[in-house]
């Protein structure tokens, strides 16, 4: 009966808009109280409809009511405040279907805040306030809540499991350890928790490793993808810009050969017109002289005729008929035949620069690599013969069986001079140059550096530039008694992996990959870049 006195106290003092106690607490003429800021701001929403109404019983004012504190009621309140009453629980602070609810609270549960692994409990923030304040409660592992505290319970021993049988692999209680688990391999379930955690993290780092890994990859394929892009755009524009000139250059063509053509033909005509012109000048006086010659025919009387007889121009010879010499030519079919003879041409030039672009365009690899060989017998199908080239050898080096063996020697070995020898470090190239997928392994005894470097590589002197794996022309790993240290522009990395007295070197040029392994009964990937 007192519980439901106090509920009944904290609903009289309790905002029925924000269900908290008031604050600043107002009355209104229909009786009921509310927080000055939560019925200001109920009404400023209800300023458009020009009329207020009261949240609980819905009474209108035609004007808004003019508000003013409660100077009882907020004094009620704070002294509710000092005795410790709190408000009425929200809606939002009480356990729904879904929420872990308060063991210890009765009537309508609140949501709890922590669940106790100690106690097995889970506590709203009022009962879990004993945790905080309380020496021996201090000590108890506060998690945030859940509804599974009952599978830390044995279901044969009911009492809690702390400990962890790796022999079963389950969690057990200390009675379980001494009975039905007795002789297994047992330890306490934190310290099963803090082995496994170490496992986690070290998981959580290789995956976060390969997550940077793949993002760089990811990098490296979209700033391949706009290279090729960029490539094949800037070759469509180039090679647009080249077939317009190409084009350009036959239209000028053939603009000249058809002005030449015209300029020709005018010169071949223009005699022919002069000299046509002529000949029917010629037709016409002919015609005319006809003409008066009939005429004369027909001329009836004796004495007239023989009188104009005698008057008549006697026919000259014609000039121009005999400057005339018709030749069986073809005109300019032989132009026709000649720019024929350039088609023909031109089309086997296209036609052969067509084969070589369309065989240049399928040449470009923009492939992803293929996967890196797993066994040792994959490996050996890009077997690479590697010799040594005793031109490069420094005179400290003794080649041999077929300079296929090299070993150091305290000695100077008698060399011819050569530009190509290493002068003051111990090293020595092969013959052969590494391209495409090859693969060689080296064997060693003692500490060698196997490296793979540009031919360019300086040789004479002590400087860095001429040191494997000291400068960005050579990638070196340093194989010594127990250990490996990977070199490449000075830049020192320790590789870790077991020490074998063979090294396998695995090159793929066109995908950028090279890779080291240690080579034994498996090969174990020392170092890949």
Known sequence: MAQKGVEVERKSFSCSICLDLLEDPVAISCGHSYCMRCIKTHWDKEDEKRIYSCPQCRETFTLRPVLVKNTMLADLVEQLKKTGLQAAPADHCCAG?????????TGRKRKAAKSCLVCLASYCEKHLKHHYDAPPLKKHKLVDPTNKLQENICSR????????????????????????????????????????????ELSRQQIQQRVQD?????????????AVNGS?????????????????????RSSDVKQQIRSQQETEVSPVKDLQEKLEQEITELKRKDAELKQLSHTEDHNQFLHNYPSLTPLSPSTHSSSI????????????????????????????????????????????????????????????????????ANTHLLLSEGNRKV?????EQFYSSHPDRFTYYCQVLSRESLTGRCYWEVERRGGVSVAVAYKNIIRAGNSDE??????????????????????????????????????????????GVLSFYSVSDTMTLLHRV
């Open 214 to 226: 793949i993002e760089k990859d990811v990098k490296l394929l979209q700033q391949e993808l706009e």
């Open 325 to 392: 010499n018709i030749r069986p030519l073809r005109y300019f079919e032989a132009v026709t035949a000649a720019v024929s003879e350039v088609r023909g041409r031109l089309q086997d030039v296209l036609t052969e620069s067509e084969t070589n672009i369309s065989l240049t365009v399928t040449q470009v690899d923009v492939l992803l690599p293929q996967p890196e060989p797993k066994t040792r017998e994959e490996f050996l199908r890009y077997s690479q013969e590697i010799t040594l080239d005793p031109n490069t």
């Open 97 to 105: 279907p879904e929420d872990v609810a308060c063991d210890v609270c």
């Open 466 to 511: 001429c040191r494997f794996g000291f400068n960005d022309k050579s990638w070196a790993l340093y194989c010594y008694e127990n250990t490996y240290n990977f070199y490449y522009n000075s830049i020192k990395t320790p590789v870790s992996g077991p020490v074998s007295s063979r090294v396998g070197v695995y090159l793929d040029h066109s995908a």
């Open 407 to 411: 070993k150091f020697m305290k000695e």
């Open 157 to 200: 021993h009911n009492t809690v499991m702390k400990m962890f049988c790796r022999t079963d692999q389950q969690c057990i209680c200390y009675v379980c350890s001494v009975d039905e688990h007795k002789g297994h391999d047992t330890v306490s379930a934190a310290a099963e928790r803090t082995k496994r955690q170490r496992e986690l």
């Open 232 to 252: 094949a755009d800037k070759a469509v524009e180039d090679s647009e810009k080249i077939f317009t000139e190409l084009i350009r250059l036959v239209e000028k």
